[in-house]
């Protein structure tokens, strides 16, 4: 699917508990997207409605979320980005266009890491299961202010540059605390995904870089 529908005729989901996840989606009513539903597991509410499909759906999390996450927007070929919340560091992105661009598997399979270190594969933590059922990790944690901020708003323009197409797919940001240096990071899609993301004549072995 491409993103290219007008903001104001944009569907997005922001699934998620907590403070970054409601102000998100304030955020992005303000900015004049369509429709915005929000809220802990609102990403399976929307799922069961046949006739309503998001164009893009977020996953606020406290940990980076396992590739099973997102198995069932994969299937649906719905575009979605990760935002990671940890109390020292956050992480956008990045956005996943099924079937073009890396998934959460492809960063699983480089063995990269989201906040703190965390890898993309790692076990999800006591309680949460993830298998084909959308359950972002729910986050409770208490972030730093200016990360608070700094993740608001970057993922605010990410998911709005989406929308109208000018945001490039598998890329994250990252920025920790003390000293405010984003980090980007560009994923390639790996070759023993099956998301059929790769292309051998365009990318080379699956790879982590930072630009
Ligand atoms: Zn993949």
Known sequence: MVLGPARAWSRVVVDGAGRL???????????????????????????????????LAVLVTGAPCRPGVAAPLLARGIPHLPVTVHELEVVVGPLVLPGRSACLRCLALVGGTGACGTAYGS?????????????????????????????????????????????????TLEVSVPWPRPVQRVWSPHPRCRCGAFDASRYPLGREWTA
């Open 21 to 55: 996840a409601r102000d998100l989606a304030d955020d992005l009513r303000v900015a004049g997207v369509g429709s915005v539903t929000g809220g802990v597991f609102a990403l399976d509410a929307e799922l069961r409605l046949t006739d309503h499909r998001p164009d």
């Open 123 to 171: 076990p999800a933590r006591p309680g949460v299961s993830d298998g084909d059922a959308v359950v972002a990790h729910p986050t409770t944690a208490v972030v730093d202010p200016a990360l608070h901020a700094f993740a608001r708003a970057t993922a605010t323009m990410t998911i709005c540059a989406a929308l109208s197409e000018e945001c490039p797919p598998g890329v």
